[in-house]
């Protein structure tokens, strides 16, 4: 697998592949999966408090994607430290934990708490949530807000911190450099696009929100084009994510810039999609004589 080992911080990631927040519970439900194929895998957003979600329904499959408002329900950062981590921390992928808060204090409390856990990899910092002290305009809508919110966060721990942007707003790489100068370490993105869909038998949205977000194939352009925007304004690495399903996806998404890449919906098809992935980008690199997967990251730039 030595070609498509990337390295990420200071450390080597056996595949560019992580299966990314939200599709992956925390770890421990996918045992049947082989995990060799994983460079790494990224928890279900973690808050200070456990959270129960939006009403039912909050899945709804589209033509080419599906539509969610799960409204980040998790069981909370200290239940996922004392029960979950004990089980997934000798999985062998490294384990990103993904978090958010509601406000600056709740966002550097969590922080903190991770990055206490001597077997977490990298923390990611989901930005998409609403700011109650500024009237729910979201952290991740505004260069000054990520700024100040990424610099206080990357004081509470000396983990890698990962930025995850919103694709729901109109100048991405003026965010991206934001983060950057807060101190992030990585940007990933994105995350998925506001959306809904109306039921027409009912004529009720099919979202009980009724707006939740949209992933899987249909934002594969959206999420290429922020990557490449990012990838020229950033020079902290870029972990890009939305609408992969293939390695061709995957060469796609390293030649706008991205480092590593995330994999989300594409594993509610097929939660054994990294392996077939990765199989399918050593045969790239062997039919393209790549010796280094890493060698494309930002060809098209
Ligand atoms: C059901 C579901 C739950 C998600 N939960 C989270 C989450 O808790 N935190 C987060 O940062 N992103 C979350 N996401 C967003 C994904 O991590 C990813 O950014 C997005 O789905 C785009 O990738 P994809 O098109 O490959 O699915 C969720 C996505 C889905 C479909």
Not at 197 to 216: M, V
Request: include cysteine; glycine fraction near 10%; aromatic fraction near 6%.
């Amino acid at each position: 697998m030595s070609a498509i080992k990337v390295r990420l911080f200071d450390a080597e990631l056996k595949t560019p592949l992580i299966p990314a927040s939200g599709v992956w519970g925390y770890g421990d439900e996918y045992d049947f999966v082989n995990n060799e194929f994983l460079g790494a895998f990224s928890t279900k957003g973690l808050s200070i408090k456990p959270r129960e979600g939006n009403p039912v329904p909050r899945i709804a499959e589209t033509e080419c994607g599906v539509l969610n408002s799960v409204g980040l329900q998790n069981v909370g950062i200290k239940c996922f430290i004392e029960e979950k981590m004990p089980k997934i921390k000798d999985l062998g992928p490294k384990i990103i934990a993904n978090f958010f808060g509601n406000t600056e204090e709740e966002y550097m409390d969590a922080a903190r708490s991770l990055g206490a856990v001597k077997e977490l990899f990298a923390l990611e910092m989901n930005v998409s949530c609403p700011n109650i002290k500024t009237g729910g305009i979201s952290f991740g809508q505004d260069p000054k807000m990520i700024e100040k919110l990424t610099s206080e966060v990357k004081k509470q721990s000396k983990k890698p911190l990962i930025v995850k942007l919103t694709p729901n707003v109109s100048n991405i790489p003026a965010i991206a450099k934001a983060a950057e100068e807060g101190g992030a370490d990585a940007i990933s993105l994105i995350n998925t696009v506001r959306g809904m869909s109306i039921d027409i038998r009912t004529g009720k949205p099919s979202l009980a929100t009724p707006i939740g977000g949209y992933s899987g194939k249909g934002i594969k352009p959206i999420a290429v084009r922020a990557v490449y925007e990012t990838a020229k304004a950033v020079k902290i690495p870029i972990i890009g994510m939305g609408g992969i399903y293939t390695a061709e996806d995957v060469v796609e998404f390293m030649m706008a810039g991205a480092s590593a890449v995330q994999i989300g919906s594409a594993v509610f098809s097929d939660p054994n999609i990294c392996e077939t992935i990765a199989k399918d980008l050593r045969l790239y690199c062997q039919e393209n004589k790549i010796k280094d997967l890493s060698s494309i990251v930002g060809k098209a730039l």
